[in-house]
């Protein structure tokens, strides 16, 4: 009894080993052969089909061989899928971000070299015409701002007779609220560039155009070569200071009369400041009252002053126009020169007594229409014999 059940165990595990050495060799074969596993309108995952082909059918594809499809069995694994894996792209290193203030730090009220500018009032004039040149420090609003900055204003050309301010170049100012004028003049034809530079910051001031700012000064037509400026501008040539010389005084004083005319000999209209210093003589010289160097304006281009000296020689003055820059000579193109002297009392005359005229001292009239004589008004008498009346006899009437 115990042996026949022990047989029947050894039978049924012998096909249940048997069953599951087919299941392992279908599933070899599946694994390298076309089979395809799909699962089930049931859910379950193991069902399958031998020999399939890429393209069975529309959804399988078409087989090559028809017969070497298998029953479908249950039960049976449908090996794991291992999915190859994808490629990943690797992100680009990406650079530190750049963050924009929205509110940048505001540069209203510091000069910039971009707006500040430098404007000249005309670009050309005749010579000895000075022109205005402007002077504006602007923020980067374009706005102009309230510094008082020191501007340095050089000569880029060689030109003798420019000036600026009344000076050589190069001379230094100071802004007052941002803000600048200066004068320049030449009494040469030809342009004259300037340099200005803002040495606070620094920067260089240039116009409106980036260049630096330049004059040109040409000859006009008034006839005179020698004198070349446009009408009621002050000029050299014709400027003066009068009384013509020689200039001499006896009393220790005289007034000197400056006259600034234009190049029709007109008095220009101007009120120029005329500086007078001392070239030579009485270091005690004195202009209105006044010790040397003093300043007198012109009023329509004529300006008095009297100079005064105690002693005894000769006074020579310089007297310079500050304003239209030229120095102011005498007719003859001279400094004026003044010759101070002592005043000397007249000599008192000796009085001579007349004698007392008497009837027979008359002369005798010379008249030619009248009988009567006439008396001398200032006898002369003889210093040392009595007057003898003449005798001869009166004259025949014509």
């Known amino acids: 009894m115990i042996t026949s059940i022990l047989l029947v165990t050894f039978v049924l595990l012998a096909l249940k080993l048997h069953k599951y050495l087919q299941n392992q060799t279908a599933s070899k074969q599946a694994t390298s052969s076309s089979d395809i596993y799909y699962a089930s309108k049931s859910g379950n995952p193991n069902w399958y089909l031998n020999g399939a082909s890429p393209a069975a059918n529309p959804i399988l594809g078409t087989t090559s061989d028809s017969t070497n499809v298998d029953d479908v069995e249950e039960n049976d694994l449908i090996p794991t899928f291992t999915p190859y894996p994808l490629p990943t792209t690797v992100p680009e290193p990406t650079t530190a971000p750049v963050y924009v203030s929205s509110s940048p730090p505001s540069c209203a009220g510091t000069p910039t070299a971009y707006y500040s500018e430098a404007i000249v009032s005309t670009s050309s004039t005749v010579i000895n015409n000075a022109v205005t040149i402007t002077i504006e420090l602007r923020d980067c609003n374009n706005n102009v701002t309230s510094v008082n900055d020191t501007l340095t204003i050089s000569l880029s050309n060689t030109d003798s007779s420019a000036k600026i301010n009344g000076s050589t170049s190069p001379i230094t100012i100071q802004t007052q609220n941002g803000k600048a004028t200066f004068t320049v003049n030449s009494q040469n034809a030809g342009t004259d560039t300037f340099v200005i530079t803002d040495t606070t910051r620094p920067f260089a001031v240039t116009d409106p155009h980036n260049h630096n700012p330049s004059v040109t000064f040409t000859n006009n037509s008034s006839g005179n070569s020698n004198c070349t400026t446009a009408t009621g501008v002050p000029n050299s040539w014709y400027s003066d200071v009068y009384p013509n010389p020689p200039i001499s005084t ?52 004529e300006a008095t002053f009297t100079v005064t000296s105690q002693a005894i020689g000769t006074v020579t003055l310089t007297i310079q126009d500050t304003t239209s820059s030229f120095t102011i000579t005498d007719p003859n193109n001279h400094n004026p020169s003044i010759i101070f002297g002592s005043s000397s009392a007249p000599s008192t005359p000796t009085d001579t007594p007349s004698p007392t005229p008497t009837s027979a001292d008359t002369p005798a009239p010379t008249s030619a229409t009248s009988n009567t004589p006439t008396p001398t008004t200032t006898p002369v008498p003889t210093p040392t014999l009595t007057p003898t009346p003449t005798t001869s006899p009166n004259p025949t009437p014509q």
């Open 250 to 301: 006896t009393n220790g004083s005289i007034t000197l009369v400056v006259d600034i005319r234009d190049c029709n000999k007109n008095l220009a209209p101007v009120a120029d400041t005329i500086n007078i210093t001392l070239n030579s003589g009485d270091s005690n010289t004195q202009v209105n009252g006044n010790t040397l160097p003093q300043n007198v304006t012109t009023q329509n281009g």
